[in-house]
């Protein structure tokens, strides 16, 4: 549209020129002029588009990398549950395989929440649960944490490394080693963490 007007305007000019008593070297001067505006007019209209388009291919990327991390995310919790599954016995409630076990044990992963047993029962008290459910979520969450202190870290990703498993289902088993004796100090039952359990309650029958 911008092109089609300015080539009307040049149309006119060349028609004034052509009428007008000016000399030649005028009426070629305001011709160069005209296209030069029009020269300007396009590169201006092709330098947008360029930018448009490189404006949207960036967003494109963006997108892709979102996905990409979205189903990064999606395996990692996958393979998660696939080896929890192996090292945590499905039950009323769940609790650790032999395997599981053994792993904790052989790794010093067992040991490492041993040591810092008060520690980790006094982080889980001074958080009040309510029920049993909510102080293994609490014990699972102070031994998860236990790796913003380097010795302990140390151990946590060395028995990752030897058992083979990711550092969070390491977590998951060094808090299960204790959580019976947990939830007993605390005054709760193991045999209501089910009961509390959201999960638990959806799978239930209306």
């Known amino acids: 549209m911008v092109i089609n007007i300015n080539m009307i305007l040049l149309q006119q000019v060349v028609t004034d020129t052509a009428n007008t008593p000016v000399t030649n070297w005028t009426a070629i001067g305001v011709i160069i002029a005209a296209g030069v505006l029009i020269v300007t007019i396009v590169l201006a209209v092709i330098g947008r588009a360029f930018k448009l388009n490189a404006k949207v291919t960036r967003v494109e990327t963006k997108v892709d990398g979102l996905t990409d991390t979205v189903s990064t995310l999606g395996a990692n919790l996958e393979n998660f549950k696939l080896n929890v599954i192996n090292l945590i016995a499905s039950g009323s409630p769940s609790y650790l395989t032999k395997e599981g076990v053994e792993i904790a044990k052989n790794t010093g992963v067992a040991k490492l929440v041993e040591d810092h047993y008060k520690e980790i029962l006094s982080v889980v008290r001074d958080t009040e649960p309510a029920n049993a459910y909510r102080a293994q979520e609490a014990l699972l969450s102070a031994v998860r ?62």
């Open 145 to 206: 944490n236990l790796q913003y202190d380097d010795e302990c870290r140390n151990v946590l990703e060395t028995a990752a490394y030897e058992s083979g498993y990711p550092i969070s289902t390491i977590y998951t088993i060094g808090g299960y080693y204790i959580r019976d004796r947990v939830i007993n100090e605390l005054g709760f039952s193991k045999d209501d963490i089910d009961k509390h359990d959201p999960e638990q309650k959806e799978k239930k029958p209306k």
